[in-house]
Every structure is written in structure tokens, then in C-alpha cells.
């Protein structure tokens, strides 16, 4: 299982990214994606998550509103467009693949992510 995110960068608040991750290695039509992130000093918190089909999608109440997650089946990639950035919005985001039946809003469910990509939100 291979997870690759990218399209992180330094950006001012009220600016807005959008990141991409490409997967191979796995099923990944059939798979439920979350995005993750972590802070310095803190616990890998989830972001947002989105089922195989895309037709449902979760957020944490921190970043509703502001991101977007989607995926394109076809090209093995999940996006998570944000916009409004605040400094807190500063972290490291992972892609996952979600495992089990069990919520989609908990970091927990999201054993298996890749190499992260920097998001810094300058003040």
C-alpha cells in the first residue's frame, strides 16, 4: 500500500490549497479515504473522509464549512480542497485508507497513510 500526498506549501490566513493524494497497492475504488493531520506536540487528528463511491463525506467540526474532500476513482487519487486557512489549520496532512465498518470521524479507523505534505498557515 502506497500513499503519496502533495500540494502543501506556506500560504498567508484566508488563502486556500488543495491537496492531493495518489494510491496504488490497494483496492482503492473500494475503499472509504480520510485525510488527516498533525500538529508539533499533538496527537494525529482526523480531518475528513469520504465513502468509495463519494457519495457521503465527513468533516471535524473544526474544518466544516472551509474543506472539501472529493476523489477521482479513476485516477486513484483523493483531493481535500481548503479554503478561509487559519494558523491552526498548521500541520502535516496524511491520506489514509479507512479500515472497518466502525466511525468515520475517528483518526483511529485510518491505520494505513503515507508520506505527509507540510501545510503552513502564516498569521
Known amino acids: 500500500v502506497q500513499l503519496q500526498a502533495y500540494g502543501g506549501g506556506l500560504v498567508q490566513a484566508g488563502g486556500s490549497l488543495r491537496l492531493s493524494c495518489a494510491a496504488s497497492?490497494?483496492?482503492?475504488?473500494?475503499?472509504?479515504m480520510g485525510w488527516l493531520r498533525q500538529a508539533p506536540g499533538k496527537e494525529r487528528e482526523f480531518v475528513a473522509a469520504i465513502n468509495w463511491s463519494g457519495s457521503t463525506t465527513y468533516y471535524a467540526d473544526s474544518v466544516k464549512g472551509r474543506f472539501t474532500i472529493s476523489r477521482d476513482n479513476a485516477k486513484n487519487t483523493v483531493y481535500l480542497r481548503m479554503d478561509s486557512l487559519k494558523p491552526e489549520d498548521t500541520a502535516v496532512y496524511f491520506c489514509a485508507f479507512k479500515s472497518g465498518s466502525g466511525s468515520y470521524v475517528q483518526a483511529s479507523q485510518y491505520p494505513y497513510w503515507g508520506q505527509g505534505t507540510q501545510v503552513t498557515v502564516s498569521s
Open positions: 497497492g490497494r483496492t482503492f475504488s473500494s475503499n472509504a
